[in-house]
């Protein structure tokens, strides 16, 4: 399982290295933060390590701060860094590890926080709409939060672990992983805030990609060698495209990454490819272009598109997921535009609308 997964997998690292993922070099104290950032990344930081963070970016100078989060309140996020999303002039961000939901400001500046009881289940992913936020919750729920002051008002019941939740047609989907064990999808009606169908598909399901009337979704499988499915709602079905551990939409246009890494001597291979979802075909021609020897030889930790402009934001791992991270910006034909360094292990990003 995506988060899970790489969680076990730092916390056999975190013996020896817990000194290791420190913050990327801002130039000292005394350097400016970046102003006017318009792109969030969520760096997940190292398993109890407490030093998750956001890094901030300006996609017009270029300009990264990557401690934004720290260098605003004076502290880093905690314990896994879950996910991170832009709404109605705010960031929200779920951290997992340290079980609370945050509301955080366009500065840095964090304006509410909403601890999540061990009854409730550590959070997960988050999705919005109106004046709510939908997050998911291991205890086999979704919470429904004030995006104003992140009240709980009301919690419906799903699968086992959920993991991603999306907005769906007015509706919210949700991926009910079980920790491997469930292989299902929840349909809520958000006006009754009640489960509505339950659509069956590949096992430990975990990302969820919605781009117009189609849904696609990651799953790990029996075997964790992950695939992409599409999922017919309505028909409550699920097809198998391809084994892809990324996926995002843009312009009728499924971007998928296939990144696989040998634990044993920490050899990445990452293959890049696309999907036409018109069409519903693959096409195998790696869609980057350029010099991409790093990108193609470290682990993806983070794949994510800006809507407004189709923009490809690949995040890097730092070495042996314990250092700095690094995200790669790529127009919308696979050019290169900018690269820069991040918090460790960047796996999310926020776009302001």
């Given at each position: 399982?995506?988060?899970?997964?790489?969680?076990?997998l730092?916390a056999?690292?975190?013996g020896?290295?817990?000194?290791?993922?420190?913050?990327?070099?801002?130039?000292?104290?005394e350097?400016?933060v970046?102003?006017?950032?318009?792109?969030?990344?969520?760096?997940?930081?190292?398993?109890q390590?407490n030093?998750?963070?956001v890094?901030?970016?300006?996609?017009?100078?270029?300009?990264?701060t990557g401690?934004?989060?720290?260098?605003?309140?004076?502290?880093?996020?905690?314990?896994?860094?879950?996910?991170i999303?832009?709404?109605?002039?705010?960031?929200?961000?779920?951290?997992?590890?340290?079980?609370y939901?945050?509301?955080?400001?366009?500065?840095?500046?964090e304006?509410?926080?909403?601890?999540?009881s061990?009854?409730?289940?550590?959070?997960?992913?988050?999705?919005?709409?109106?004046?709510?936020i939908?997050?998911?919750?291991?205890?086999?729920?979704?919470?429904?939060?004030k995006?104003?002051?992140?009240?709980?008002?009301?919690?419906?019941?799903?699968?086992?672990?959920p993991?991603?939740?999306?907005?769906?047609k007015?509706q919210?989907?949700?991926?009910?992983?079980g920790?491997?064990?469930?292989?299902?999808?929840?349909l809520?009606?958000?006006?009754?805030f009640?489960?509505v169908?339950?659509?069956h598909?590949?096992h430990?399901?975990?990302?969820?990609?919605?781009?117009g009337?189609?849904?696609?979704?990651?799953?790990?499988?029996?075997?964790?060698?992950?695939?992409i499915?599409s999922i017919?709602v309505?028909?409550e079905?699920?097809?198998?495209?391809?084994?892809?551990?990324?996926?995002?939409?843009?312009?009728?246009?499924?971007?998928?990454?296939?990144?696989?890494?040998?634990?044993?001597?920490?050899?990445t291979?990452?293959?890049?490819?696309?999907?036409?979802?018109?069409t519903?075909?693959?096409?195998?021609?790696?869609?980057?272009?350029?010099?991409?020897e790093?990108?193609?030889?470290?682990?993806?930790?983070?794949?994510?598109?800006?809507p407004?402009?189709?923009?490809?934001?690949?995040g890097l791992?730092?070495?042996?997921?314990?250092?700095?991270?690094?995200?790669?910006?790529?127009?919308?034909?696979?050019?290169l535009?900018?690269?820069?360094?991040v918090?460790?292990?960047?796996?999310?990003?926020?776009?302001?609308?």
């Amino acid at each position: 399982m995506k988060k899970v997964f790489r969680g076990a997998l730092c916390a056999c690292l975190a013996g020896f290295v817990l000194a290791s993922c420190e913050p990327v070099d801002q130039g000292g104290d005394e350097a400016p933060v970046v102003s006017n950032p318009d792109v969030f990344i969520l760096c997940e930081g190292l398993w109890q390590a407490n030093n998750a963070d956001v890094s901030a970016y300006n996609s017009t100078l270029n300009q990264c701060t990557g401690d934004y989060y720290y260098r605003q309140n004076g502290q880093y996020l905690g314990d896994t860094g879950q996910d991170i999303l832009w709404h109605d002039g705010y960031l929200y961000v779920s951290v997992s590890g340290s079980s609370y939901v945050t509301k955080i400001d366009r500065q840095g500046r964090e304006v509410a926080r909403r601890a999540i009881s061990p009854e409730e289940g550590q959070p997960r992913y988050l999705a919005a709409e109106g004046d709510y936020i939908y997050v998911t919750l291991y205890s086999g729920q979704v919470a429904k939060m004030k995006a104003s002051d992140l009240s709980v008002v009301d919690y419906a019941s799903v699968g086992m672990n959920p993991e991603d939740i999306a907005l769906y047609k007015g509706q919210l989907l949700v991926a009910n992983s079980g920790w491997g064990s469930d292989s299902t999808l929840t349909l809520i009606d958000v006006e009754t805030f009640e489960p509505v169908k339950t659509i069956h598909v590949e096992h430990n399901p975990q990302r969820l990609v919605v781009s117009g009337d189609s849904v696609y979704l990651l799953a790990y499988g029996k075997d964790y060698n992950m695939t992409i499915q599409s999922i017919d709602v309505a028909k409550e079905t699920a097809r198998t495209i391809t084994h892809a551990t990324h996926a995002v939409a843009y312009d009728n246009t499924l971007y998928l990454c296939n990144s696989v890494t040998d634990y044993a001597t920490y050899q990445t291979v990452n293959t890049f490819f696309s999907y036409d979802v018109a069409t519903a075909s693959l096409e195998e021609v790696n869609y980057l272009q350029g010099d991409v020897e790093d990108v193609l030889s470290n682990p993806v930790y983070m794949m994510e598109v800006n809507p407004q402009n189709g923009e490809l934001y690949i995040g890097l791992a730092g070495n042996k997921y314990v250092s700095s991270g690094k995200v790669y910006r790529y127009d919308s034909d696979g050019t290169l535009i900018d690269d820069f360094s991040v918090m460790c292990n960047p796996n999310q990003a926020a776009f302001l609308d």
